[in-house]
């Protein structure tokens, strides 16, 4: 790696004279601040290159895009080329790129920085044996004295009486609730809302040991709320069990921290009331560790709400999306009253490689650093009730989990527009035909109507007001295909819901293109059995593979 030395000299002959601007790709690796505003680069501030003149500006420098000669597609211009070409009219050449793309550049940084500086902040971040997390009658150790909600006007009446407890209740429990709302039974078509309320902050509870001394976690998650960046991730995972079982979810866990839970969320850094990012310090962080409003559950916050069984739950949200599980399983249960079980734990996950950088930039003070993965720690608040199933109910099985249809058409106008899309999506190479492994399709619903999207512009046409390019329009749904050993699959997968939009120039969905909007996954067990009359399922000795 350069020193400070040659980066700063290598900064000064990349930088252009104020006014003057490069026509060739400028290497970001010597740029520290932005030309324009002269703003510094950092985790917060991003990098970008201006495709007309090759500078690396900020964000805030470039928010236009422009389609520019030798390109396929509109790129980013920083705000003086844009001002420069409208004003003349000339649309200059894209800038041809002479470092790799970002992604490849990421991994390339990720191997190569380490640093004489760095290794040395790593020696100064504390390290300890851990322990599984936990109140002092469980660990023998002190809690770390700190602000919390104890603190606030919330704590006698909303939260005291219900510290270490799980409590429930048919609808939402809101932050300030009357005790009669609370239940601890239910019928099988109830909807099941929790609430969680822990002793202290989780920030106040040892994550370790030094010999006789406790070791806590930081001080709080600070990251970005977007996912883009963090030092730190707190997990939640909730575990239930009905008379005694386990429920737990059948799905390709990225960070469950254990196979048995069955609802799970990260969060990754406090936000102030009402804000979307996350806070970028610790002393961002602060601002909001006195505010019964700030959603940092591990620095501050005691509570923490919960959807055990509801109408619709958001099968994109890990929180939410174990209750069809959960309530296919009372389902299937036979008549009687059956006892519920719920408790919910926590962990710290580290990113080392950031809390390092961190602190070799001054960024992070090495004792307020941690740099390990804690243990998952002991129940924080347990609850139980029970549900009656009557001899109509018992064994009534799975539930309608298909997304639902959102759109305005008639029944008959939005089926025949499924059903093309289904055929479409059936005879598409890229879906249903697809070589080795074969996605099965088996339920499209939709989720708007056509709208104009954008036009096909030509490559010279510069001027919408003039343009006469033809409109594409767009229409949103949902697709859900099966995987199997069948198909080319290693073993039998989850249902997979895809988020997609047709694109058409008739609003012909037979013959539209078709763009990945994201998607995400379903057990097999909890959808309706009118899935299974549409296609075939795997017989149940190959459900794990064919070896």
């Not at 790709?25 to 740029?31: G, I, L, M």
């Not at 470039?62 to 003086?80: I, N």
Request: neutral net charge.
């Amino acid at each position: 790696m350069m020193s400070d030395e040659e980066r700063k000299e290598g900064e000064q002959q990349q930088i252009p004279p104020e006014g003057e601007v490069l026509v060739e790709w400028q290497d970001r690796e010597f740029v520290r601040h932005c030309k324009w505003c002269d703003k510094a680069f950092g985790p917060v501030v991003w990098k970008h290159h201006c495709r007309a003149c090759g500078m690396v500006v900020c964000a805030g420098c470039s928010p236009h895009k422009m389609l520019l000669r030798g390109a396929t597609k509109a790129e980013r211009v920083c705000s003086k080329c844009h001002e420069k070409i409208q004003k003349s009219g000339e649309v200059p050449e894209t800038v041809e790129r002479t470092e790799p793309k970002i992604a490849a550049r990421f991994f390339q940084l990720a191997k190569t920085f380490v640093t004489d500086q760095v290794m040395q902040a790593a020696g100064k971040a504390p390290t300890c044996e851990l322990i599984r997390p936990g109140p002092p009658s469980k660990t023998g150790l002190p809690l770390r004295a700190r602000v919390d909600e104890t603190s606030t006007k919330l704590w006698p009446r909303y939260r005291k009486p219900y510290a270490g407890k799980i409590v429930f209740s048919n609808r939402r429990i809101e932050r300030a609730f009357e005790p009669d709302q609370l239940s601890n039974s239910f019928g099988l078509s109830d909807e099941i809302h929790a609430r969680a309320v822990w002793e202290r902050a989780l920030a106040c509870y040892p994550v370790g040991k030094n010999g006789n001394k406790p070791a806590y976690g930081p001080v709080n998650i600070v990251g970005d709320s977007w996912g883009r960046w963090s030092l730190y991730g707190l997990v939640f995972a909730t575990y239930v069990k009905v008379d005694g079982k386990p429920v737990v979810r059948d799905l390709d866990k990225q960070f469950v921290p254990d196979n048995d839970a069955l609802f799970f969320t990260l969060e990754t850094g406090p936000k102030p009331p009402g804000a979307v990012r996350g806070c970028s310090s610790h002393q961002e962080a602060a601002k909001y560790v006195p505010s019964p409003e700030a959603t940092d559950f591990y620095g501050f916050n005691q509570s923490i709400v919960m959807k055990l069984k509801c109408e619709q739950p958001n099968m994109k949200d890990s929180w939410e999306a174990g209750a069809p599980k959960l309530a296919a399983v009372l389902a299937k249960l036979p008549a009687g009253e059956h006892k519920v079980d719920v408790s919910l734990c926590w962990r710290i996950l580290s990113r080392k490689s950031d809390v390092e950088r961190w602190i070799s930039m001054g960024w992070l003070a090495p004792s307020k650093a941690f740099c390990q993965n804690t243990i998952m720690s002991w129940p924080i608040a347990e609850g139980s009730f029970t549900v009656t199933v009557s001899e109509d109910e018992a064994g009534s099985g799975g539930l309608n989990t298909l997304p639902k249809r959102r759109c305005k058409y008639s029944d008959a106008q939005a089926t025949k527009i499924e059903e093309e899309l289904l055929e479409l999506i059936a005879k598409s190479p890229d879906w249903g035909k697809r070589a080795q492994k074969t996605e099965v399709p088996f339920h499209v619903a939709l989720t708007s109507e056509w709208r104009p999207a954008f036009r096909e512009h030509d490559r010279d046409c510069l001027q919408l007001g003039n343009c006469t390019c033809p409109m594409m329009f767009e229409i949103d749904f949902e697709l859900g295909v099966y995987r199997s050993p069948l198909n080319g699959w290693d073993r039998e997968l989850p249902a997979r819901f895809f988020r997609l939009s047709a694109l058409s120039l008739t609003k012909d969905a037979s013959s539209a293109g078709i763009a990945v909007g994201g998607n995400y996954d379903v057990d097999l067990d909890v959808l309706p059995d009118s899935v299974w009359d549409k296609i075939k399922r795997c017989p149940e000795e190959l459900r794990n593979g064919l070896q």
